[in-house]
């Protein structure tokens, strides 16, 4: 099966730095690779995805570029802010009709430092 | 607004009960899924369903049971609760077909004593 990995597990920026986070994936047939957001106490939130014929997604300071070759994806954000504390998960998909299950990454916590 | 909703936040109970964890989805979304959420290992499958009565066993299936009777409700079952199982628990749903967006509950913390 599917297997992601994710890293940083924590990450502390100061505010209106960058961030980038990164993830591996094992199955050369996924093709579908959402990033979700948690913040604390809540449940996690779509925030972005691709599909693999994207090679970039971009969606105001977030964005996320996919190396299908290397089989990794990352999220950058951009001029980061206080509410862009939060976990952040990457998953991967295969998609396929009748299995659309997702195979999260462990979580990278993301701390903005003012 | 897609709402998901679960049928306990909190829920404590002790060793060998059988538990049942319920999700609602009304936005008629073809698949649910059922996750478990521990620090430092991520969010990881359960069982999901993609349709009434069917399930397919997730990454750690091993101790869960499911159940999909109508095609708004998934239920989840812990035949034997162990101290192991305390989690917490997210439900989650999606449309399906071209939309693979996965719509998450509030989630159940259960303590297992």
């Known amino acids: 099966g599917e297997n992601v990995e994710q890293h940083p597990s924590t990450l502390s920026v100061q505010e209106g730095d960058s961030a980038v986070i990164k993830c591996t994936y094992s199955?050369?047939?996924?093709?579908?690779f959402p990033w979700y957001k948690q913040e604390l106490g809540k449940r996690p939130q779509l925030i972005i995805d691709?599909?693999?014929?994207?090679g970039e997604k971009k969606d105001q300071r977030i964005a996320v570029t996919l190396n299908k070759t290397a089989k990794h994806f990352s999220l950058h954000i951009t001029e980061t802010q206080p509410e862009d504390s939060a976990v952040y998960f990457c998953?991967?998909?295969?998609?396929?009709?009748?299995?659309?299950?997702?195979?999260f990454g462990t979580g990278t916590r993301l701390t903005i430092i003012p | 607004d897609v709402k998901v909703t679960q049928s306990s936040r909190y829920l404590v109970k002790r060793t060998g009960e059988k538990v049942f964890l319920e999700c609602v989805q009304d936005?008629?979304?073809?698949?649910m899924f059922w996750y478990r959420q521990d620090p430092g290992l991520g969010l990881r499958l359960i069982y999901f369903?993609?349709?009434?009565?069917?399930?397919e066993k997730g990454d750690i299936p091993e101790g869960y049971s499911v159940s999909r009777e109508k095609k708004e409700r998934f239920s989840l079952i812990l035949e034997s609760a162990s101290t192991n199982q305390t989690s917490m628990y997210l439900c989650?749903?999606?449309?399906?077909?071209?939309?693979?967006?996965?719509?998450f509950g509030p989630g159940t913390r259960l303590t297992v004593t």
């Open positions: 691709i599909r693999s014929n994207v």
């Open positions: 369903s993609y349709d009434v009565k069917m399930k």
């Open positions: 989650a749903s999606s449309l399906g077909g071209p939309s693979y967006e996965q719509y």
């Open positions: 199955d050369s047939a996924s093709n579908y």
């Open positions: 936005m008629d979304h073809e698949n």
């Open positions: 998953a991967a998909s295969s998609s396929n009709f009748g299995n659309e299950k997702l195979t």
